[in-house]
C-alpha cells in the first residue's frame, strides 16, 4: 500500500470511529428530555420580564436573574407561544396577574389546533392543565401559560393527531402526572403530534398540553443542557434555594 492509500484508509477509519459513535449515542440516549418537579417541594413558576420590565429572553438570562436573588435554577425550558414582540400568545397570568387574557378565538396554526389549553398553578400550590373551553379564573389562579394543541385530554389523544405524520418537528410540553406532579420534556429528534402525545399518556398523564416547537430549548445543571441559546417570551422555570 503506497503513502497515499494509506493516508486514505487511516481518514476513512477515522471517520468510521467518529460518526461510528455519534450514531450509537444517538440510538442509545433517551428520545426525551424530562423532568418531573413536585410542586409542594419545588419551586414552578413562569417568567417573562424581570422589574424592569426586560424580557429574560433566554434561560442563562433567566438563571443569572435567578442566581442573583439566591434561586438556583434547577430546570428551565421555554412554556409557550409568542408573537413577533415575543409577548404571551393567548392568557398569561403572573404572580395572580392577568397580563394576556384568555384567547377563546379561532384561527390558523397550531396554537389553535382545537381542543387548545392551559398550563397553570393554583395559589394552594397545585399544578392544572385545562382545555381552553373549560378554563375558569376563580381568583386563585398563581400562575397560567395558554397554547395549544392539547396532546391528552382525559386520557385520550387529540382527535387531530394521526400515527405516522409526516409532520415532525422538535417539540415540548407539559403533562400532570397522577401524583399531581409537573411531566415537563422536550423531544431529542423531531417527532409528530402523535408520538409525543403518546409519550405523556404512557407516562400516566390525563392532561397533557403542546408548548411549541422547534425554537425549544431546555436547561437543566449537570447533564448538558446549555442555557445560553434561544429567545423567547415566557419561560417555566424549576427553582430551589440556593445553599
Given amino acids: 500500500m503506497n503513502r497515499f492509500k494509506l493516508v486514505l ?15 450509537y449515542q444517538m440510538a442509545t440516549q433517551p428520545a426525551f428530555i424530562s423532568y418531573r418537579a413536585d410542586v409542594r417541594h419545588h419551586q414552578v413558576r413562569l417568567y ?19 442566581d442573583a436573588r439566591g434561586q438556583k435554577l434547577d ?17 398569561y397570568i403572573e404572580a395572580g396577574q392577568t397580563v394576556v387574557p384568555l384567547d377563546t378565538a379561532a384561527g390558523q396554526g397550531n396554537f389553535y389546533l382545537k381542543p387548545n389549553g392551559v398550563f397553570y398553578l393554583g395559589t394552594d400550590v397545585s399544578a ?9 379564573n376563580d381568583g386563585r389562579v398563581a400562575y397560567a401559560t395558554q397554547s395549544g394543541p392539547m396532546l391528552v385530554l382525559d386520557g385520550r389523544l387529540h382527535p387531530a393527531f394521526r400515527p405516522g405524520s409526516a409532520n415532525v418537528q ?21 417527532i ?36 445560553d441559546d434561544g429567545d423567547f417570551g415566557v419561560i417555566i422555570g424549576v427553582t430551589t434555594p440556593k445553599p
Fill in 192 to 227: 409528530n403530534f402523535y408520538d409525543f402525545a403518546e409519550y405523556f399518556r404512557k407516562a400516566g398523564c390525563r392532561q397533557a398540553l403542546y408548548l411549541d416547537g422547534f425554537v425549544s430549548r431546555t436547561y437543566e445543571p449537570g447533564v448538558g443542557r446549555p442555557a
Fill in 170 to 190: 422538535i417539540r415540548n410540553g407539559v403533562g400532570i402526572l397522577p401524583n399531581g406532579e409537573v411531566l415537563l420534556a422536550m423531544s431529542r429528534r423531531k
Fill in 75 to 91: 430546570f428551565a425550558m421555554n412554556a409557550g407561544m409568542f408573537d413577533p414582540d415575543f409577548a404571551p400568545q393567548g392568557l
Fill in 128 to 136: 392544572h392543565i385545562s382545555s381552553t373551553a373549560a378554563f375558569r
Fill in 48 to 66: 417573562w420580564k424581570d422589574e424592569h420590565n426586560r424580557r429574560f429572553r433566554s434561560l442563562e438570562g433567566l438563571r443569572k436573574w435567578l
Fill in 9 to 23: 484508509a487511516v481518514l476513512a477509519l477515522s471517520l468510521v470511529a467518529r460518526f461510528g459513535w455519534h450514531i
